[in-house]
């Protein structure tokens, strides 16, 4: 895989390359536009643009044309391009290694590139998350791009307009249930507490925001493996201990819907 990855790498970063600059000057262009038609008829006769663009269709009572197939996919390439620019500006910028902006271009270049590939997908809120401990770990795109690849294969069941949350979710019920009654009766007390969306981010980003980057290889390796030898719903398992390890905290301060989530994402990366 190695001998041939960097050669498979570069032809998909040479096509997205040409799209995306396909895509920006189409963005400049509408956003030109865009105030073109703002302006009022003298001045906009004194630019030195009132040649290249034409009045909105709408305006003169007349239908736009359908958008052709090559504007729907440069608009949808341009929003995910949006997306991915603003995760990855934010993406573990806490980190020695990506305050290198050479990383983070390696970070966007793979994620691009991902993207690109699955443009029916797009890019969803969180998959920035998910890339960057791999690109730390191996600081090779191809093989990063790869194992991210076949990690989203499971992942992606999580993701909006997916069914793999809600099962979590309730699965998730069912394990309390059986496993600690006492929580499970406080927890299902509110019916806020029905599908336990305090665990969402858990299963939506493989629990990567609520370890630290020294916990979460060793997790990660555990959680793969054990999904592959023990049960593919080892995550479950992990949320649960997740629980039970603060149920005399919960307890204790009767917690609600709120003060669960607020709890959870205080205990982020400090004592999991």
């Given at each position: ?39 009022s008829q003298p001045e906009r006769e004194c630019s030195i643009a ?8 709408l305006e003169n009572g007349v239908d736009k044309p359908p958008p ?20 990855v500006e934010r993406c573990d910028r806490n980190l020695i290694f ?175």
């Amino acid at each position: 895989m190695c001998n041939f990855a960097p050669d498979f790498l570069r032809e998909d970063v040479d096509g997205w390359r040409v799209l995306e600059g396909q895509v920006r000057r189409q963005d400049e262009e509408d956003f030109i536009a865009a105030r073109h038609r703002k302006i009022s008829q003298p001045e906009r006769e004194c630019s030195i643009a009132s040649d290249v663009f034409e009045e909105d269709c709408l305006e003169n009572g007349v239908d736009k044309p359908p958008p052709t197939a090559e504007e729907v996919l440069f608009r949808q390439f341009a929003t995910n391009l949006h997306r991915i620019d603003k995760d990855v500006e934010r993406c573990d910028r806490n980190l020695i290694f990506f305050s290198n902006k050479e990383n983070l271009e390696s970070l966007r270049r793979v994620m691009v590139t991902y993207v690109r590939r699955n443009l029916d997908d797009g890019y969803i809120q969180g998959m920035c998350d998910i890339l960057a401990p791999l690109l730390v770990v191996f600081e090779d795109e191809a093989l990063t791009l790869e194992c991210f690849t076949m990690l989203m294969d499971r992942l992606r069941e999580n993701f909006p307009q997916r069914s793999g949350m809600d099962l979590c979710l309730m699965n998730l019920r069912s394990l309390i249930q059986v496993v600690d009654p006492q929580i499970f009766s406080m927890l299902t007390s509110t019916s806020d507490f029905t599908h336990l969306y305090f665990s969402y981010r858990w299963f939506l980003l493989d629990f990567k925001r609520e370890l630290s980057y020294d916990c979460i290889f060793r997790v990660w390796e555990t959680i793969w493996a054990a999904t592959r030898t023990f049960s593919p719903h080892f995550p479950l398992f992990f949320a649960l201990a997740m629980v039970t390890n603060y149920r005399d905290v919960i307890i204790a301060n009767n917690m609600d819907f709120t003060d669960m989530i607020k709890f959870f994402n205080g205990q982020s990366t400090s004592t999991f």
